[in-house]
């Protein structure tokens, strides 16, 4: 058995940085409130309100992650400066 490749990680870009992540956040804190509410009126996990609002966040969560990795693979890579070849062609 051979050993497993290492993926370099991906840093992903902040949600504020990203347009279109904007909705997705709302959406998030949406469902997030939604699942305190439902929370809050000690239930058990197995209540269908809470798994229904578990599921929404969890939902939420991964549509923002997807679109924030989207981004991050049509992210321009940065320019390196003229002075800094400057020196390699003496």
Known sequence: MGKPKEKPKVTLPKADEVAEAKPLVDALAKAKARFAKVK???????????????????????????????????????????????????
């Not at 966040?57 to 923002?64: E, G, I, M, T």
């Not at 992650?65 to 003496?90: D, F, H, I, N, Q």
Request: no cysteine.
């Open 40 to 90: 809050g009126a000690d239930a058990k996990a197995s209540d269908p309100k809470v798994r229904a609002a578990h599921k929404r966040v969890k939902r939420a969560q991964r549509r923002l992650r997807e679109r924030l990795e989207y981004a991050a693979t049509r992210r321009p890579k940065p320019k390196p400066e003229a002075g800094a070849e400057a020196p390699a062609s003496a």
